[in-house]
């Protein structure tokens, strides 16, 4: 015989309404009765129809999550976060690569998810001016630049980069080169790079353009190594290297190497991102954390709210971020990190 939502609710002695809503993720349900219908999910094999739950909704109980690559361990440990968070809420997930903000476009306004109630991007070129007087689902933007129209969970880029100059800082270092993306001009832009900047200045310090280097992609660990060996060959003394984010680290580190330079002893190293590989690396990548779970919750929490019925205003919550201090960047006075 199927189980079916009616015999949960039995079990449980509750309303099916309060099994759906514990399904579904709804507040207003007691930790005791969340905790006792979910045991009897598990228990008696019942098994969400989402189809059936499309059909006396209007609803597909499926969220599609996108993001604009999967090769970057950022990306990656961010949609697995989203996947699971929404499992947890019983929502399926439908998965789009999105490399550019037309596709990021197409994806909001479901070109390219027809099948989804609602969309959670991390944005890499998508501006909210792409959609102005275009209906689309329900929409959480996680990780990009803050949003006017539509929710968003904003990234503590800047206290992460300024954390992390601060630090190269505080080691002995001074000649601060920055690892950069090609933005087809010499001038870096960005939360991360007013971080950067913001923290030479609480030193006296000016950022030195001649210490900028870029990559021809920030998300590809190549681009980090021929961005430091177009930095070597132009015979610049820095000191240390503050990489926009992981990839370009890794990268880095592997050119410095080659080259004959000694981590940290010559040149000190971090990134940003805190993806696993830089914990394994040798040596060991400081980075900056950007609390990827606490930006999973927010996004999953608020997106289900808006399916959930909630119609005010756009909102936007930053979160923050911690330094991880590792031993590409140990301090040459005492060799501690």
Not at 113 to 140: K, N, Q, S, W, Y
Not at 150 to 163: K, Q
Not at 217 to 225: A, E, K
Not at 269 to 296: C, H, S
Request: aromatic content about 6%; some cysteine.
């Amino acid at each position: 015989m199927t189980t079916t939502m009616a015999h949960v609710a039995s079990a449980a002695g509750v309303s099916t309404k309060t099994v759906s809503n514990v399904l579904l993720g709804r507040p207003g349900v007691s930790p005791a009765t969340r905790e006792r219908v979910l045991r009897l999910v598990e228990e008696l094999g019942y098994q969400p129809n989402l189809a059936g739950r499309g059909l006396s909704s209007g609803r597909t109980g499926r969220v599609a999550v996108v993001v604009p690559m999967l090769y970057q361990p950022y990306f990656a440990e961010v949609a697995e976060g989203l996947i699971l968070a929404l499992a947890d809420r019983g929502y399926a997930t439908t998965l789009r690569i999105a490399p550019d903000g037309a596709a990021e476009r197409d994806a909001v306004i479901g070109t390219t998810t027809p099948d989804v109630d609602g969309v959670i991007l991390c944005p890499h070129a998508f501006v909210e001016e792409m959609v102005d007087g275009v209906e689309h689902r329900p929409l959480v933007t996680l990780g990009g630049p803050p949003m006017q129209s539509v929710d968003c969970v904003v990234m503590g880029e800047h206290e992460g980069a300024r954390a992390a100059t601060r630090h190269l800082l505080s080691t002995g270092r001074s000649r601060i080169a920055l690892l950069w993306n090609d933005l087809g001009s010499s001038t870096p832009h960005g939360d991360r790079y007013q971080g950067y900047v913001d923290g030479l200045a609480e030193a006296g310090l000016e950022p030195d353009p001649a210490l900028f280097a870029f990559g021809s992609d920030w998300d590809r660990r190549m681009s980090g190594y021929e961005a430091m060996v177009a930095l070597l060959l132009s015979g610049r003394s820095f000191d240390a290297v503050l990489c926009i984010n992981d990839a370009l680290a890794i990268g880095a580190t592997r050119a410095l190497r080659s080259h004959g330079r000694r981590i940290p002893d010559d040149v000190a190293v971090t990134g940003f991102d805190d993806t696993a590989e830089g914990e394994f690396m040798t040596p060991t990548l400081t980075t900056v954390n950007p609390r990827k779970a606490e930006m999973v919750e927010h996004a999953v929490a608020m997106l289900v709210e808006r399916l959930d019925g909630y119609d005010g205003e756009p909102r936007q919550i930053r979160t923050g971020a911690d330094l991880v201090v590792r031993e590409s960047s140990r301090s040459r006075a005492d060799g501690k990190a």
